[in-house]
């Protein structure tokens, strides 16, 4: 599979009815990295066979997703996955991943319009609501719009790291990639007054030192239970969860980019000993710090250089 030259090759499938906006995100985010050679196969591009042989193949949102998409594109993305690829739907190109029986007892999400419909039409996916992006296994599936990016920067970050995905993200003047946990929408969002960033730079400010729930409450003026309301409305997640996340991003940063020893990065990302933060990142990343260094590491470098001080961008 893939290039010759090392390339990993995306295919965006394009559908009848494809979105040209989702077509469009993965096209611009591959392309700003020499790593992925990127191809658009079917309605407004090559033969639909390239996209079988693909490293990565993309299914952009389509319109009418209760109408079936045509046979040849559905066997064209079964025999990529059967292969071994990498399969991303955006928004509703997840109808298509679900019509081939590929998400039959896998975690799945979608635009928030289209869940009751997911689920409805395919009662074998696990439907999650709420969410920016969901991976499975080698499936990752996505909400529309700003999640398709979110999902492409976090295919990248997979692939060359952290640092890499930061630079594609500045290339596309978006922000840096938001977890998969996050959501795509809140019911109420806080007034700008309210807002809780000042607390969440602060915090990234301060990232190896003792951080709690009551200290980021007495930063933010407010009570524990009000900031706790408050942060989980803004950011979707709990503090402390948003906390060890952006310790887990420091830190790969920091095995990318430093010389740094294990328990040298341990205290300042504030996971205290080396044995927790192995066991934190094993957990979060799927592989320990010294396997993620090797990784990302480029072989034959004479070693990466010193980290700069800088602030992490929130998210």
């Not at 975690?107 to 439907?127: I, K, S």
């Amino acid at each position: 599979m893939g290039a010759e030259d090392g390339e990993k090759v995306v295919a965006i499938l394009a559908v009848p009815r494809a979105y040209a906006l989702d077509v469009s995100i993965p096209e611009h985010v591959f392309g700003r990295h020499p790593g992925y050679r990127v191809v658009v196969c079917g309605d407004r591009g090559l033969d639909l066979t390239e996209a079988e042989s693909a490293d990565i193949v993309i299914i952009p949102g389509y319109e009418d997703p209760h109408l079936p998409v045509p046979e040849e594109y559905l066997k064209a993305l079964r025999e990529a996955v059967n292969q071994g690829a990498r399969a991303i739907a955006i928004c509703t190109g997840v109808f298509a991943l679900a019509a081939c029986g590929m998400l039959n007892g896998k975690a799945a999400t979608t635009h928030w319009r289209h869940t009751d419909q997911l689920r409805e039409m395919y009662p074998g996916v696990d439907v999650v609501e709420n969410r920016l992006f969901v991976e499975d296994g080698r499936i990752l599936t996505s909400a529309g719009g700003g999640a398709g990016i979110d999902a492409c920067l976090h295919v990248v970050q997979t692939d060359f790291g952290t640092t890499v995905a930061d630079g594609v993200a500045k290339d596309v003047v978006f922000s840096a990639a938001r977890g998969a946990h996050e959501p795509q929408y809140v019911e109420a969002p806080a007034p700008a007054r309210e807002s809780l960033r000042a607390t969440r730079e602060w915090v990234i400010d301060n990232i190896g030192s003792s951080i709690t729930v009551q200290r980021m409450a007495d930063h933010s003026l407010l009570s524990r239970r009000t900031f706790n309301r408050r942060f989980l409305r803004e950011t979707g997640m709990p503090p402390m969860r948003w906390v060890a996340a952006q310790r887990v991003l420091r830190a790969r940063r920091l095995l990318e980019n430093s010389d740094w020893s294990v328990e040298r990065i341990a205290g300042e990302t504030g996971f205290g000993t080396a044995a927790n933060f192995r066991t934190i990142f094993r957990r979060e990343v799927g592989v320990t710090p010294t396997a993620y260094r090797t990784s990302h590491t480029p072989s034959g470098s004479a070693g990466p250089a010193a980290p700069q001080s800088r602030r992490i961008p929130d998210g």
